[in-house]
């Protein structure tokens, strides 16, 4: 059965370094999502990318982030400058339409230190 | 803002007994709703889901029940296995095409 797979499994960085955090979706998906889990809370959406481009985010999802599809099947979210709070699990998410299932990854264990 | 919520954190049945999760929702413009699963250590996992055009949706031993009237949403599982311990997600797509996800419920299956 066709996975969202995302790498690594865990990340740790030092405060202040840049991170990517790598996602290949679901092959035949057009729309993909990043979210976030801080440990023991609710999983919060990050991003949806759409055709190249962002087409929605949320507050949290500030100049420190960025997200690109640098070819035909990875996804990345980069932090450009990681802060102590954005430790949490990431995961990545694909669905074949916007108004679809939206399938997760296994998700990535950021721990910055 | 508007959110989505949950009456219960914490639900511990019988193996063998059916369960409902419950789950508040504030936002009248939603028109799609899922219930994930999520085991320690993975990432949710698709269970059901029901469009606002509907009130009752049936999978293989769930069910999802959506009142529009009260937005509210419910989970049943029928004849609860121990294998169906895990956090269950209501999330709610809005207007804006992204999932909006509940506190969660952690589900304990006693054998």
């Known amino acids: 059965e066709p996975e969202v797979t995302q790498t690594p499994s865990h990340q740790v960085t030092q405060m202040g370094q840049e991170v990517i955090l790598r996602c290949v979706p679901i092959s035949n998906h057009l729309y993909f999502y990043w979210y976030r889990q801080i440990l023991g809370q609710k999983v919060e959406f990050l991003v949806s990318?759409?055709?190249?481009?962002?087409?929605?985010k949320s507050e949290i999802f500030d100049d420190q982030f960025s997200v690109e599809r640098p070819d035909g099947s990875n996804f990345t979210l980069k932090i450009r400058s990681t802060k102590l709070e954005d430790s949490a699990m990431y995961f990545c998410a694909s669905s074949n339409d916007a108004k679809n299932i939206q399938y997760f990854g296994a998700g990535t264990r950021l721990s910055v230190l | 803002g508007e959110n989505v919520g949950l009456h219960l954190p914490t639900l511990s049945v019988q193996e063998g007994d059916n369960s409902i999760i419950n789950c508040a929702y504030s936002?009248?413009?939603?028109?799609?709703f899922i219930w994930y699963k999520q085991e320690s250590g993975k990432g949710p996992q698709f269970i059901i889901d029901i469009r606002s055009n509907m009130d009752k949706r049936q999978g293989q031993r769930v069910t999802v029940l959506l009142n529009k009237t009260v937005k509210h949403l419910s989970l049943q599982i029928a004849a609860t296995q121990p294998g169906d311990s895990a956090v269950y997600f209501c999330?709610?797509?809005?207007?804006?095409?992204?999932?909006?996800f509940g506190a969660g419920t952690r589900l304990t299956v006693k054998p």
């Open positions: 990318f759409y055709n190249n481009e962002i087409s929605e």
């Open positions: 999330a709610e797509r809005g207007g804006n095409n992204d999932m909006r």
């Open positions: 936002n009248s413009a939603s028109d799609y």
